[in-house]
């Protein structure tokens, strides 16, 4: 990659990733944002571009790990809370106030609570310190041409239009594009006019609305710091990460038909719903802070994106949410999207020919997309409902106690080896299905157990105890 | 309508017949469409835009009969060529040539072949003597807000460029913009901006390639006109449909790995690949033009589109390909297109609120697209393999037989219900699955009689026989 021309789309944590990763290899690494500088933004205003919580988690880390020293991954590190496990909040039988802790990991491995911002700007002061690396904010993708290696932006700001009145357009060349501009990306769209992409897009029926919930009075986390709070309801649910000002970023996930009742229901009632299902946030976020709040931030959509291949050619490739994006239930998504730009440039560092680890790079990540996309659909249910099941707490328990007290049969629960490994998601899979039927076994083999015990007892009663009667008759007929 | 504003998007067989419904009642209807005007090219490329031919059937002509008058249709039809089943060529078991007819239906009612350029001009002229109706050819849409129910479209033509070197762009607004500019719809593309749309693409493992089939020496049809040819070979196949100038327009369909054989290997390769699985082809196209046109003709890909809403509030909504590419293994594509319009236009006609007509527009047509893009899909096997399987056969005789003399059961096989009527594609799966449920008893019937007989027989025998004879052992014995 020495001496080559790299072109990222999107400057966001993993585009960011992805030119540091193509710096450190020699690259001129030209980077094309659609929005500003988000540094130079005074005010932060409430948009999940730019404020929203996410987990960081062992793939995320282990990516930045990768290209980053030791200095910059402490500073971001440092810019995040641990969080240990889930605070569960509910009501009991009786009315009354109630949360239970589930932590995330028997050896103790957590999750980390960041502010996408800030640990974009992290990324974006080292790249700015890179003599290799140029920005070029507020560009918009209009046109590429894969096979000539070409690709047209449109310059965006209002001082740069032409004496026609339309904004300048420049004509960029590159030895090797990558696109990382998000779920609506341009990169992607353009690649599709010349890769023959399977693509699907999914809408699922929820939707989501942020809320910013205060430091107490005394200046502290309002609940505890250290967890990832829920509040379970069924087909509902709201959530709450830590930030570094000791609020919390919370967030109401819910169906349409709910948004649709609230949003034209009136205050009162999405107070009395909060009160009734989400027990005690009025508590920490005022009832007219939070019907203020439901009204002016906006109710935004959730959308799985699964497509194959993710590259064209040996000129583009796509990473992050561009190829895989997917519901936030499972904490994956920049975590995924940070993974897949080291897998990337690991097959780039092995295979020589720029096509080939492409193409192995597809192989490799259009699968491991799918499992996690899927797998971040399915943990919807778990956190707004299965939480609370006995059932599932029961084989949470059964399989910590394996990892933990059986750590040579290398058992872990799904959890936690995708939050706190590196194994592929396929591979995850594969290992769950594998326990899944071990315990299987041992359950039936239990369970028949169970049964086989009190037959035997029976048996032994009838036959061994009858023999031992008729022993002890035969001494006592002996001493008689 | 009257007085509206509508903007078709688009100038195909689909565009052109929604134009043709709108004009009708009364709406001042733009036509933009991105290729020139197919009637002022001096030459007809070997092009699948203009030399297609298609399986017209009764949806599509049903769709033209409510918008054309007698003359107009009587035209349509003229330029069609009947189709009364397929033919299928075979070798014998002793290699010599062979071919058997399979009706399409036991009414007599027939698939008609017809030239998409030759159908897309008869309507293109019609409207065009229309004082309602204007044509925007070389324009592209670049953009569009279908909130403020505004588009934007390049004008392509050379001589209209700006001053500043780019393409003219103009603004346009509407009432209702409906497009029908194919698989890779421009109008979706930003209506997906706006509506939270389902949508899935898949490139299916087949590629096609184009071949025309010269009349005979004595100027006649080399073949059947009126049949569709096919040569089945298991995982591909060779189609020809017939064309009014007595030649035929013939397909190749195979996977992509037979492509890449065909491509890399040398000519006689491809001629005896050609006289092992497709016998009597190389007669009526020979060697030479056979190697030319697989050379000189592009390999195309086949796309299967499925998405919903088909609309975007009251101003947007999409009709044909742009809505539900299809394979073309059912020859529904066009069929299916042009019924969209007839639809769209009765829940316009019936509905007097837009937004809701739309929706409704969508409830009743995504349905139906998903099925028929299923059912194509599926047909592919059919085509190249089914076809010779004897029970195939044997459920076709079946149904024909139940269709044709128990009119009154209102028996029908699937491909007469999609071919020859105008049920929902949906009803006719619910109608065939419920059949295949009633054939099933039957033969189970069947199955449990030809049991029962030979066990009756044999009881008979048994029994009745014994007893019989003696009777006649007693009648003997009185008679002695």
Not at 1 to 21: D, I, R, T
Not at 223 to 230: A, E, G
């Amino acid at each position: 990659m020495e001496g080559e021309k790299v072109v990222v789309v999107g400057a966001g944590p993993v585009g960011s990733l992805a030119a540091l990763y193509a710096a450190a290899r020699g690259a001129t690494v030209n980077i094309y944002e659609l929005r500003n500088d988000l540094r130079n933004e005074e005010t932060t205003p409430l948009n999940f571009t730019k404020s929203i919580n996410l987990a960081l988690s062992e793939r995320g880390i282990n990516a930045l790990r990768s290209a980053c020293n030791t200095d910059l991954l402490d500073k971001i590190l440092d810019r995040t809370i641990p969080m240990h496990g889930r605070m569960i909040h509910f009501r009991t039988a009786t009315g009354a106030l109630s949360q239970q802790s589930q932590a995330y990991d028997v050896h103790g491995r957590f999750q980390r609570s960041v502010d996408r911002g800030e640990l974009n700007k992290v990324l974006l002061d080292h790249l700015g310190s890179l003599p290799n690396v140029n920005f070029f904010f507020q560009h918009k993708m209009t046109g590429a041409d894969f096979r000539k290696k070409k690709a047209w932006f449109e310059v965006m700001d209002k001082n740069s239009t032409s004496p026609s009145g339309r904004a300048k357009e420049i004509e960029v060349s590159f030895d090797l594009c990558i696109g990382a501009d998000g779920a609506h990306s341009a990169t992607r769209h353009h690649m599709m006019k010349y890769a023959r992409m399977d693509y699907q897009q999914e809408y699922i029926d929820c939707l989501w609305c942020e809320f910013k919930m205060p430091p107490s009075k005394a200046g502290d986390f309002a609940i505890s710091p250290n967890h990832l709070h829920i509040w379970p309801a069924g087909s509902f649910m709201f959530i709450a990460l830590p930030n570094l000002d000791k609020s919390f970023v919370c967030t109401l996930f819910g169906p349409v038909e709910l948004f649709f009742k609230l949003e034209n229901g009136s205050d009162p009632d999405l107070v009395s719903m909060f009160d009734k299902y989400f027990p005690g946030v009025t508590t920490y976020i005022p009832p007219a802070d939070l019907v203020a709040q439901f009204t002016r931030n906006p109710h935004l959509p959730l959308i799985n994106i699964k497509c194959s291949p993710h590259h064209f050619g040996d000129s583009v490739v796509i990473v992050g949410d561009a190829a895989n994006a997917m519901v936030p239930f499972y904490g994956q998504g920049m975590n995924a999207g940070l993974e897949s730009v080291r897998v990337l440039f690991s097959k780039l560092d092995s295979t020589p020919n720029r096509a080939e680890a492409l193409t192995s790079y597809t192989a490799e990540r259009a699968e491991d997309a799918h499992v996690i996309a899927d797998l971040a659909l399915a943990n919807y249910t778990e956190m707004r409902s299965s939480v609370t099941s006995p059932l599932y707490k029961w084989r949470k328990w059964i399989e910590e106690r394996l990892d933990k007290y059986v750590p040579s049969w290398g058992w872990a629960t799904q959890y936690s080896r995708v939050s706190f490994s590196n194994m592929r998601y396929s591979d995850v899979i594969k290992k769950s299905k594998s326990q899944k039927r071990i315990l299987t076994v041992l359950f039936l083999a239990a369970a028949a157990a169970g049964v086989a015990m009190p037959v035997a007892g029976v048996w032994w009663w009838l036959v061994l105890g009858t023999r031992f009667r008729q022993h002890q008759k035969a001494f006592n007929l002996t001493r008689t």
